[in-house]
C-alpha cells in the first residue's frame, strides 16, 4: 500500500469514528483522545490530518450527508411516498432492534452545537435541507401538485425528525412505528382532502 493511501485511510477511519462517536455521544462529550483510541492511532496522527476538532466536525457532516443522503436517496427511487416510507422505515427498524440507530445526526449534532458554534452547525442544517428535498421529490412523484410539494415536504419533515428526536431520548421503537403511520397518514389526509377539489 502506497503512504499517500494508508494516509487517507488513516484520515477517513478517523471521520468515521468521530461520526460514531458524536453521533452516540454527542460532539462535546467526545474527545481527540477517545477518537484517537476508537480508530487505534497514535495521538500526532490526529493534527497531521486536522488542524482542530471543529474541522474534523465539518468533515464529519459531509460524511453523514454523503452515507445518509445516499441511503435515503437509494430507497426512495422509483417508488411512491407509501412505499418510499415503508421502505425506509424498515431499514430503520431493523437498525434500532440491533442497537445501531441513534436518531438523526444532523439533529443530533445540530441541536447541540447550533449556538455554541454555529459555523459547524450551518454543515448540518444544509444537510437537513438536502433530504427535505428527497422528501419533495418523491411527493411530486407520488402525485402532489409541484406548487404544494414544498409545504407538504416541510410538514413531513418536520413529523421525521421530531419522531426521530424522541426517538432518540426515549430509545422506544414504538416511535419509529408511529412515525411511519404518521408519515404515510399526513400524505393520505392532502390526498383525501384534495380529491374532489
Given amino acids: 500500500?502506497?503512504?499517500?493511501?494508508?494516509?487517507?485511510?488513516?484520515?477517513?477511519?478517523?471521520?468515521?469514528?468521530?461520526?460514531?462517536?458524536?453521533?452516540?455521544?454527542?460532539?462535546?462529550?467526545?474527545?481527540?483522545?477517545?477518537?484517537?483510541?476508537?480508530?487505534?492511532?497514535?495521538?500526532?496522527?490526529?493534527?497531521?490530518?486536522?488542524?482542530?476538532?471543529?474541522?474534523?466536525a465539518v468533515e464529519?457532516?459531509?460524511?453523514?450527508?454523503?452515507?445518509?443522503s445516499q441511503w435515503i436517496w437509494r430507497t426512495a427511487q422509483g417508488k411512491d411516498w407509501e412505499t418510499f416510507i415503508s421502505d425506509l422505515l424498515r431499514e430503520m427498524l431493523q437498525s434500532a432492534k440491533s442497537n445501531r440507530?441513534?436518531?438523526?445526526?444532523?439533529?443530533?449534532?445540530?441541536l447541540e452545537i447550533a449556538f455554541s458554534e454555529p459555523d459547524i452547525a450551518v454543515h448540518y442544517a444544509d444537510s437537513m435541507k438536502k433530504l427535505q428535498k428527497i422528501f419533495e421529490s418523491v411527493l411530486l412523484i407520488s402525485g402532489i401538485p409541484a406548487e404544494k410539494v414544498p409545504i407538504l415536504a416541510n410538514r413531513a419533515f418536520a413529523v421525521y425528525e421530531g419522531h426521530l428526536l424522541l426517538f432518540r431520548i426515549s430509545k422506544d421503537i414504538e416511535v419509529l412505528k408511529t412515525m411511519r403511520g404518521d408519515l404515510i397518514g399526513l400524505y393520505k389526509d392532502y390526498i383525501a382532502a384534495n380529491v374532489n377539489v
Avoid: R
Fill in 1 to 56: 500500500m502506497k503512504k499517500g493511501e494508508k494516509g487517507e485511510q488513516s484520515k477517513n477511519k478517523l471521520i468515521e469514528c468521530a461520526a460514531e462517536l458524536f453521533w452516540k455521544n454527542g460532539y462535546s462529550a467526545t474527545g481527540i483522545n477517545d477518537i484517537l483510541a476508537e480508530a487505534q492511532l497514535p495521538k500526532g496522527s490526529f493534527y497531521f490530518y486536522f488542524s482542530s476538532k471543529k474541522d474534523l
Fill in 101 to 110: 440507530h441513534f436518531g438523526c445526526p444532523f439533529a443530533v449534532m445540530g
Fill in 60 to 68: 464529519v457532516a459531509a460524511y453523514y450527508e454523503n452515507i445518509i
